[in-house]
């Protein structure tokens, strides 16, 4: 069955330092995932995604992750973070083998501190 | 270019009243997908609809029921209110057929069963 996993409920980072926020994914078949985040009181706005090709993803606001198939991860980063990315972020999996049910994960708070 | 609109905003309800949630996608997007947001759980997916059909649904009791209409908005009925229903609930659209597209979200419906 196909899966994703947000390990961590929230990260804490100060302003201008680099962030990670982790996702693993379980998938038959190739995986297509993406990365969106939550603002309060909103819906989530997409950031990017991986279909195939390079493993390293750019995406909007200056985020990019990282696809690694040996350890099946697909972590969001972002070089400095800015105190206006703090939000909520979820990573989700569409599976391949015919499937077309997305999966999300719990979602990461991310805290970006002045 | 418009977004995707969700109505009503905010909905209250008693537990065995019946709702109706409404969805119009972004124009020119064909697939509309349905998730419950509810506090702690993440986005579980609910139902998926393409040109007009069910396409597929989520681990949800039969109370929770949808269509598609010729204009591609789509509607989200649950019947028989539950206390657990109090959610928020997004809907999302992207372009039909293709895995890779990524979901544009509505800000949502919240739910409250009193």
Known sequence: ?114 | EAGVTQSPTHLIKTRGQQATLRCSPISGHTSVYWYQQALGLGLQFLLWYDEGEERNRGNFPPRFSGRQFPNYSSELNVNALELEDSALYLCASSLGGGRNQPQHFGDGTRLSIL
Do not use: M
């Open chain 1, 1 to 114: 069955a196909q899966s994703v996993a947000q390990p961590e409920d929230q990260v804490n980072v100060a302003e201008g330092n680099p962030l990670t926020v982790k996702c693993t994914y379980s998938v038959s078949g190739n995986p297509y995932l993406f990365w969106y985040v939550q603002y309060p009181n909103r819906g989530l706005q997409f950031l990017l995604k991986y279909i195939t090709g390079d493993n390293l993803v750019k995406g909007s606001y200056g985020f990019e992750a990282e696809f690694n198939k040996s350890q099946t991860s697909f972590h969001l980063k972002k070089p400095s973070a800015l105190v206006s990315d703090s939000a909520l972020y979820f990573c989700a999996v569409l599976g391949g083998s015919g499937t077309y049910k997305y999966i999300f994960g719990t979602g990461t708070r991310l805290k970006v501190l002045a």
